[in-house]
C-alpha cells in the first residue's frame, strides 16, 4: 500500500517542477558580452569580437584624422633604429599586444589584466619612443 | 597653383570593396569563430580564450610549428642561393636568353596539386622514375611513403624544383638593370668576380632579394597543397606541416573553434616575420 502511494504521488513531484522543464536552464535576461548577437549568424558575432574590432577600426580612424589635420605621418627614427609613421607604431602597438597575449595565455593560467597592463604599457612606449 | 585632385580615390573603391570581402570579412569571421565553440548550424557558444591555451600548449601544435619552421628555413637556405647562382651564370643577351627564361618559368606554370602528384609518382619506389632507380640500380633504400626522411628530401627537392625559378627571374631582373658603367668602373679599378658580386651586383640586386625572400617565406610558410598531394602529411606525422594539421583539424574533425584559433597564430607569425624581414632589409634605405 505504501509503494502504491508512493508511485502515485511521483508524477505529483514531477508536476509541482513543471513538465517539461526538467535540464532546461533558465533563459538569462537583458545584454551579454558574449551572447551570439542577432541570434546566430554564420559569421557568429558577439558583443565583445564586435567591440574589439570597433577599436581597431576606432584606432585607424584617429590615426585618418590625425594626418589630415597634421600630415606627414609624423615620421621620425625611434630608439629602436626604425623609421616610423603614427601608422607604424599602431602596427607595432596592436601586433606587440597579440604576441604579449599569446604568451600569458601560454605560460600562465593567471587572469589577463596584467598582459592587458603590458600591452597598454607596450602601445605608450610604441607611440612615445619607437 | 597646385591643383589637388581627390578623384583618384573614387579608383581605389573597387579594390577596397573587393579586399573587404575577400580579406576582411573572413578574417573577422575568423576572429569570432576562435572565441566560441560550434557544433554546426550557426549555433555558437562562448569558450572565450580557451582554444588558445590549449593550443599553445599542445605538443601537436609544438611539432607541426616546429616542421614549418624547418621546412621554411631549409627551403629559403636552398632557393635563395642557388638562385642567385643560377642568375649570375644566365647569359645577359643573344640567343639563349629567351630559351633560359622560358625553361625557368616552365615549373612555375604547372598547377600546385599536379606538381605534388608528379613527385608522387617520380618518386615511389616501385613505378617511379627516381624512385626505381635508386631502389633497383643504385641500391640506394628511398621510399617516400615509409622513411620520414625519404619524404623531407621529397618534399623539399619538390620545392626546390618549384620555386627556385621565381628567385632566379627575380635576381635576373635585378641584374641586367645594372647599367654596364659599373662593370666597366669595377674592370678599371681591376676589381675581382667576388668584389664585384659583393659590391655591385648584391646591392642592386637587394631589393629583388627583399620582395624573393619574403615571397618564398610566405609561400612556404603556408604551403598546402603539394606536400598533402605528395605525402598526405605521413609517414606517420612527419611531413604534417601546420596548413596541413590545420586543414585536419577544421575539416578533419569539424573543430572550428580550435582550428580558427590556430589560424590566428598561424596569421600573427606569418605577420611578424614578414614585417621583420622587410623592416631589416629596407632598413638601410631610410639612412
Known sequence: MRYLLTFLLLPGTAFAQGWGNVAKQAEPKGFSWTD??????WMAWT????????GIFAAMAVLVVLEIRWPGGAERRGILGLTTTRGDRLFITLLGSVYI??????LTDALLWTPLALAVLW???????? | MKTVNQKAWFFVLPVLLLVAFNALVPIMTVVNYSVQETFGNNQFFWEGLGWFQQLLRSERFHAALGRQFLFTGMILAIEIPLGIVIALSMPKKGFWVP???????LPM???WNVVGSMWNIFTLPGIGLMGYFLNEVLGIPYDMTQQPIAAWITIIVMDVWHWTSLVVLLCYAGLVSIPDAYYQAAKIDGASPWKVFRYIQLPKMRTVLTIAVLLR??????????PFTLT????????????????????GQFDLGPAAAMSLIYFAITLFVSWLFYTLMTRDDQR
Open chain 2, 99 to 105: 630559351v633560359c627564361l622560358v625553361l625557368m618559368a
Open chain 2, 232 to 251: 598526405g602529411g605521413g609517414p606517420g606525422n612527419s611531413t604534417t606541416l601546420l596548413s596541413i594539421d590545420l586543414v585536419k583539424i577544421a575539416l
Open chain 1, 47 to 54: 558583443a565583445a569580437t564586435a567591440a574589439l574590432f570597433i
Open chain 1, 36 to 41: 551570439p548577437l542577432w541570434g546566430g549568424t
Open chain 1, 101 to 106: 597575449f599569446l604568451a600569458w595565455l601560454g
Open chain 1, 123 to 130: 602601445g605608450v612606449f610604441c607611440f612615445w619612443k619607437v
Open chain 2, 217 to 226: 617565406f610566405m609561400d612556404s610558410f603556408n604551403i598546402y597543397t603539394e
Open chain 2, 109 to 111: 606554370l604547372i598547377p
